[in-house]
């Protein structure tokens, strides 16, 4: 929690500081705060949309708050960014979840997430 107030100040007065983001999304992760991850995942997908784990830690917060269908979607653009050598671990981690994740979705489980 000390870091999530640190990093804070940090982006109150550098609001466009990667790491502060990063290290701050990670901060919320941990905590359980997915939904306040999710909107600092989301800053850092937008500023670099070429890294990979950012898309597995967006699909993975989607996917314990029960949004499955954003969770699948953020899983599959992981795989089509993710190294084979890099991530070996987490692909074979989504590779493990993607076949349940499909059968909730087809059974009609999960959150739908209001757009605005």
């Known amino acids: 929690m000390e870091a999530v107030g640190i ?3 940090v ?3 550098a609001p466009d500081d990667y790491a502060a983001h990063a290290n701050l999304a990670l901060a919320l992760y941990e905590l359980k705060d997915y939904a306040g991850a999710l909107s600092q995942y989301e800053w850092l997908k937008t500023q670099r949309p070429e890294i990979s784990a950012t898309y597995f830690f967006i699909a993975t917060a989607h996917d314990k708050l029960g949004q499955y269908q954003d969770a699948l979607d953020a899983y599959e653009k992981f795989l089509s960014l993710a190294s084979p050598n890099v ?13 349940t994740l499909k059968a909730q979705l087809k059974r009609g489980q999960g959150q739908k997430v209001k757009k605005p």
């Open 7 to 9: 990093l804070r100040r």
């Open 11 to 13: 982006l109150a007065k």
């Open 87 to 99: 991530n070996k671990l987490e692909i074979e981690k989504v590779n493990l979840r993607l076949p």
